[in-house]
């Protein structure tokens, strides 16, 4: 009975033994003690003045350091903002500003829509019509001169339904955005019907969800896991406010144009990413190089905007991630002196969101990373994404010859004159839908 027990202990052992991989080479050993160690902190030293240890990039990206649109799919728990547009005036590298968010779970939003912004959202082949809430921080046309572009053109992309745009009220109704979109509507009259002779739907009925400027910590959204809040800036006038996003312990707050504000200390305290304003506190030398008198400059700065020093002083009070710097005018000259005065407060991550698609991802345990993204300097419009197996084309509400009268309609030249002999194809004339039609989807990946 004895042996009955111990013969089945023996073999297992004899087992092991015969299994057992053989002693490593020390070599080897070494080796690994080397890579796994050497270079990595662990908690060993501190490294660097302010990157360690949120600033990293994934495991995921494509490219390290360039963003190649399409190509990242974004992880459940990831957030990606990429700045469409990072100045005030124009120029070859910067649009006005606008600012781009995509939220792991499908969700988009749009902050500001400033001139120029929009051929940034097509060079990266973003369909207009997954486009469907903007907001902005107050009505300056460098913030959002490409609103009515947008509203004209999105319908014509597959935007269908309504657009939601949101945005602060003024001291009186006249300041406030559901006024400025009221009669944005208006004045685009002529282009509403004359595209009313293709599929449209309710692309031309914006929703405006205009909150009372001086809310402070109002939500102005909330829906799908995502809440945002805004509070009032001051900024030339009244009618100008900030904004703060949360979605799945992700945080991010963009301030728009502003004075340094005890209010974003206080609800952008520990966000991933504080986005603000910046304006070197060097006026008589910007002056010169813009070409204005010292004393216009100084009045805008010191009434209306955030010096460099100012913006240092508010991350260090809010304590982001990462502090990231924008509607500015990114110059090499000015650059250094930008981090030089931030600096003089703050020590954290510092980013600067420009030039034009800068591109930041907050990812994991709250790592951020930012790097810029490739665009091609020609594109096609980007094809409509529908995520239902059907999409429904609206009818028109009229064809187009229906608003051309006959007297101008009679000027036009017989295609038979122009086109080359054998050339000449069946012209589409009028559109067949008279309402509206269930299809499958044909824009389907």
Not at 230 to 246: E, F, I, M, Q, V
């Amino acid at each position: 009975m004895r042996w009955k027990t111990v013969l089945p202990v023996l073999g297992l052992l004899v087992a092991v033994l015969v299994s057992a991989e053989p002693a490593p080479d020390p070599r080897l050993l070494q080796a690994k003690e080397f890579f796994g160690t050497a270079g990595n902190p662990e908690g060993r030293w501190t490294e660097g003045e302010t990157m360690v240890p949120h600033v990293a990039p994934a495991s995921h990206f494509q490219a390290t350091m360039i963003y190649y649109p399409g190509t990242e799919e974004l992880q459940s728990d990831e957030v990606r903002v990429i700045f469409m547009g990072s100045t005030y005036y124009p120029n070859e590298s910067q649009s006005g500003m606008s600012i781009f968010v995509e939220l792991g779970n499908g969700n988009r939003f749009v902050f500001d829509l400033g001139i120029g912004s929009l051929r940034n959202y097509n060079a990266l082949s973003i369909p207009f019509n997954t486009i469907n809430h903007v907001f902005f921080t107050h009505l300056h046309m460098d913030h959002m001169s490409d609103l009515p572009y947008f509203t004209m053109f999105r319908p014509i992309q597959g935007g269908w339904t309504p657009l939601h745009i949101y945005g602060p009220s003024g001291s009186e109704k006249q300041y406030g955005i559901a006024h400025m979109v009221h009669h944005m509507m208006k004045m685009t009259a002529w282009h509403q019907d004359s595209f009313h002779s293709w599929p449209i739907g309710e692309g031309y009925a914006p929703v405006v969800h205009e909150v009372d400027f001086m809310d402070a910590g109002g939500v102005a959204y909330e829906a799908d896991g995502v809440k945002i809040i805004h509070w009032p800036t001051s900024h030339t006038k009244d009618g100008a406010t900030s904004y703060r996003l949360d979605w799945n312990g992700r945080s991010l707050c963009y301030t728009g144009d502003n004075r340094p504000n005890s209010l974003t200390i206080e609800y952008c305290k520990g966000v991933d990413m504080l986005i603000s304003e910046v304006q070197t506190a060097t006026v008589s030398v910007s002056s010169k190089a813009l070409g204005m008198p010292a004393a216009m400059a100084a009045y805008t700065i010191d009434t209306s905007h955030t010096p460099a020093y100012g913006l240092g002083y508010i991350c260090e009070k809010a304590q982001p991630r990462v502090c990231v710097a924008t509607h500015y005018g990114y110059d090499e000259i000015f650059n250094n002196e930008v981090v030089a005065q931030v600096r003089h407060h703050y020590r954290g991550a510092f980013a600067f969101g420009a030039p034009d698609l800068v591109t930041f991802n907050i990812h994991g345990e709250g790592k951020v990373w930012w790097r810029g993204a490739a665009a091609a300097d020609s594109s096609q419009t980007p094809r409509p994404v529908f995520d239902s197996p059907t999409v429904t084309f609206p009818a028109p509400r009229h064809q187009v010859y229906d608003v051309i009268n006959d007297r101008v309609r009679a000027n036009e030249i017989p295609p038979e004159k122009w086109y080359p002999e054998g050339h000449k194809p069946e012209l589409v004339r009028e559109w067949p839908l008279t309402e509206d039609l269930e299809m499958p989807n044909p824009f389907a990946k």
